[in-house]
């Protein structure tokens, strides 16, 4: 049941190739059987009147004997032969010679109004004459003699049948071959436009086969491919239904190459919660068993840099308390992403706020020779507390890798729904080959740096439902901040 339901296209076209070959062969033999029952129907109705005019012929001359040039009686001879047109009759001895020979032919330039004239026996022509003789030769009392002969240009067909041991009767019949020739002509061009077509079946199932077979091995060969590896191309077939198919083979292997791209992206945004989560884990750990030693470390450490001491000991606790300092802005940094805002997202104009953090960021900016530059205005929709903390680091982050006397620019853009806070600088931005690493917890490239600035800052934006983006181009280095717009009243 289930082949009779799944049929093979290939074997129904092995089915159409036999039949094809079946009717090849059928057509050859019907047209040889044809012809050769037509050939053999025209002998058969040439004897078939050739011995209903001889025995007219014999009751005839039994009827009324009389001499051989008596007019009435080759009256009579010529009446029974001229229906067939083109025919000699007469009698003749058993030695082979014509004695009384009447002939009835086509005349095109007949003396009278008649198509037809009658000949006499010397009229008759040679070959003719010859081939009568012969069977005159044989024939017997009441035996009937049959021959069939080819002349060039005509089929003789001769009976005859003894009426004494010394006489007898014959009637030759000329059968134009063009009549043949007709026929056969007909059945030859026939026949091998039969078998043309049949040819022309059977090599277009050939085809048809062979690239039923080129178009399954290269799909086959495609999802083959595909299975390992979703970049691999398609392999086109040959045939255009088998394209279609390919086509949408294609179609699918994108709609695949999609949701694994969403589903690696999906990966990677679960694996970022969960660092996210283990780093808080981490922090408030931290929190409880660092920071209180820490604040108490420091305290003794100040107490000691307000006591006289010698100068080698007073640059180790100078030392030790900016260690002390540093570790404090790491557990601060840590906490910072323990924790989330209680604010509500609330309006921000970001031109002013852009301009207070460029303000306090000049002294750093300053004895670097760089200036900073902002460019275009917008209301974005957010927590200002934590975008001022994000432009801080970003502005930090520029002004520290900006070659001397070079300019960083901040540029606020508005689209239809999204605000984007784009800071570009000319540093030489980060390795290539690191590029991947750049927002990752506790990267860094600058020998003091905690590495959670930027980790921190793409944090708090995500809060808000923004994003946090890099490029290099032009070189430069472009950090932009795309946030939610205000909708304007």
Same mark, same amino acid.
């Given at each position: 049941?289930?082949?009779?339901?799944?049929? %093979?296209?290939?074997?129904?076209?092995?089915?159409?190739?036999?039949?094809?070959?079946?009717?090849?062969?059928?057509?050859?033999?019907?047209?040889?059987?044809?012809?050769?029952?037509?050939?053999?129907?025209?002998?058969?109705?040439?004897?078939?009147?050739?011995?209903?005019?001889?025995?007219?012929?014999?009751?005839?001359?039994?009827?009324?004997?009389?001499?051989?040039?008596?007019?009435?009686?080759?009256?009579?001879? *010529?009446?029974?032969?001229?229906?067939?047109?083109?025919?000699?009759?007469?009698?003749?001895?058993?030695?082979?010679?014509?004695?009384?020979?009447?002939?009835?032919?086509?005349?095109?330039?007949?003396?009278?109004?008649?198509?037809?004239?009658?000949?006499?026996?010397?009229?008759?022509?040679?070959?003719?004459?010859? @081939?009568?003789?012969?069977?005159?030769?044989?024939?017997?009392?009441?035996?009937?003699?049959?021959?069939?002969?080819?002349?060039?240009?005509?089929?003789?067909?001769?009976?005859?049948?003894?009426?004494?041991?010394?006489?007898?009767?014959?009637?030759?019949?000329?059968?134009?071959?063009?009549?043949?020739?007709?026929?056969?002509?007909?059945?030859?061009?026939?026949?091998?436009?039969?078998?043309?077509?049949?040819?022309?079946?059977?090599?277009?199932?050939?085809?048809?086969?062979?690239?039923?077979? $080129?178009?399954?091995?290269?799909?086959?060969?495609?999802?083959?491919?595909?299975?390992?590896?979703?970049?691999?191309?398609?392999?086109?077939?040959?045939?255009?239904? !088998?394209?279609?198919?390919?086509?949408?083979?294609?179609?699918?292997?994108?709609?695949?190459?999609?949701?694994?791209?969403?589903?690696?992206?999906?990966?990677?945004?679960?694996?970022?919660?969960?660092?996210?989560?283990?780093?808080?884990?981490?922090?408030?750990?931290?929190?409880?068993?660092?920071?209180?030693?820490?604040?108490?470390v420091k305290l003794r450490l100040d107490r000691l840099q307000r006591r006289p001491l010698d100068a080698r000991s007073t640059e180790d606790v100078r030392s030790a308390n900016a260690e002390v300092v540093r570790l404090d802005a790491l557990v601060r940094s840590l906490l910072q992403l323990s924790q989330r805002s209680s604010e509500q997202p609330q309006a921000v104009a970001m031109a002013p706020l852009v301009d207070e953090r460029v303000s306090l960021?000049?002294?750093?900016?300053?004895?670097?020779?760089?200036?900073?530059?902002?460019?275009?205005?917008?209301?974005?929709?957010?927590?200002?507390?934590?975008?001022?903390?994000?432009?801080?680091?970003?502005?930090?982050?520029?002004?520290?890798? %900006?070659?001397?006397?070079?300019?960083?620019?901040?540029?606020?853009?508005?689209?239809?729904?999204? *605000?984007?806070?784009?800071?570009?600088?000319?540093?030489?931005? @980060?390795?290539?080959? $690191?590029?991947?690493?750049?927002?990752?917890?506790?990267?860094?490239?600058?020998?003091?740096?905690?590495?959670?600035?930027?980790? !921190?800052?793409?944090?708090?934006?995500?809060?808000?439902?923004?994003?946090?983006?890099?490029?290099?181009?032009?070189?430069?280095? $472009?950090?932009?901040?795309? *946030?939610?717009?205000?909708?304007?009243?």
């Amino acid at each position: 049941m289930a082949r009779s339901k799944h049929a %093979s296209l290939e074997r129904r076209t092995l089915v159409l190739l036999a039949l094809a070959l079946a009717s090849l062969a059928a057509a050859v033999l019907g047209g040889l059987e044809l012809r050769a029952s037509s050939a053999g129907e025209q002998q058969r109705r040439s004897f078939e009147s050739a011995e209903v005019t001889l025995a007219g012929l014999e009751r005839t001359l039994d009827a009324s004997p009389g001499p051989p040039d008596d007019r009435a009686r080759r009256a009579r001879m *010529l009446s029974l032969i001229e229906p067939l047109i083109d025919a000699s009759a007469g009698e003749c001895a058993t030695s082979g010679a014509l004695l009384d020979v009447v002939t009835i032919a086509p005349l095109f330039e007949a003396p009278t109004s008649s198509s037809f004239a009658a000949r006499s026996s010397p009229r008759m022509l040679p070959l003719d004459r010859s @081939v009568v003789s012969d069977v005159c030769r044989l024939a017997r009392v009441g035996i009937l003699q049959q021959r069939r002969f080819a002349a060039p240009n005509d089929m003789l067909f001769i009976v005859a049948r003894g009426a004494s041991p010394s006489l007898a009767r014959f009637v030759l019949l000329r059968m134009p071959n063009r009549a043949r020739l007709r026929s056969d002509t007909l059945w030859l061009l026939l026949v091998p436009a039969l078998a043309v077509v049949a040819l022309a079946l059977v090599g277009l199932t050939v085809d048809l086969l062979l690239m039923l077979r $080129r178009g399954r091995i290269a799909i086959e060969t495609s999802l083959a491919r595909v299975a390992v590896d979703l970049d691999a191309p398609i392999e086109p077939p040959p045939s255009v239904e !088998l394209r279609s198919i390919a086509d949408a083979v294609a179609q699918m292997v994108e709609r695949l190459k999609a949701s694994r791209d969403r589903e690696r992206a999906l990966q990677r945004s679960l694996d970022h919660a969960a660092r996210l989560a283990a780093l808080g884990r981490l922090v408030a750990g931290v929190a409880h068993e660092v920071r209180n030693p820490l604040a108490a470390v420091k305290l003794r450490l100040d107490r000691l840099q307000r006591r006289p001491l010698d100068a080698r000991s007073t640059e180790d606790v100078r030392s030790a308390n900016a260690e002390v300092v540093r570790l404090d802005a790491l557990v601060r940094s840590l906490l910072q992403l323990s924790q989330r805002s209680s604010e509500q997202p609330q309006a921000v104009a970001m031109a002013p706020l852009v301009d207070e953090r460029v303000s306090l960021m000049s002294a750093l900016a300053a004895p670097r020779a760089v200036v900073i530059e902002r460019l275009g205005e917008g209301v974005a929709r957010g927590d200002r507390a934590q975008l001022v903390q994000v432009i801080d680091n970003l502005l930090r982050n520029a002004v520290e890798a %900006s070659p001397r006397g070079e300019v960083v620019r901040v540029r606020i853009a508005e689209a239809e729904r999204a *605000l984007t806070v784009t800071i570009s600088d000319r540093g030489e931005g @980060v390795p290539e080959d $690191r590029v991947q690493e750049l927002f990752e917890p506790f990267f860094t490239t600058k020998p003091d740096g905690t590495g959670l600035g930027l980790f !921190l800052s793409k944090s708090l934006v995500e809060a808000q439902g923004g994003a946090l983006r890099f490029e290099r181009a032009d070189n430069e280095t $472009r950090m932009t901040i795309e *946030l939610e717009r205000e909708p304007t009243r």
